[in-house]
């Protein structure tokens, strides 16, 4: 017995494509802070090894 399956593919909405890009945007926008916190964190660690801070 062959089974068929036929499967419709859906075109996202606009609303799905914005919504899409709106969290993209959010998770660049938390990846940037995270890594821009710890560049700051590192620089902090290297000038109190020095005695500079």
Known sequence: ???????????????AAIVSR?????RIEMNQLIYLIGLIVVILAILSFFGLR
């Open 1 to 15: 017995m062959t089974r068929c399956i036929i499967v419709f593919r859906q075109e996202p909405s606009e609303l």
């Open 22 to 26: 709106e969290r993209n945007w959010r």
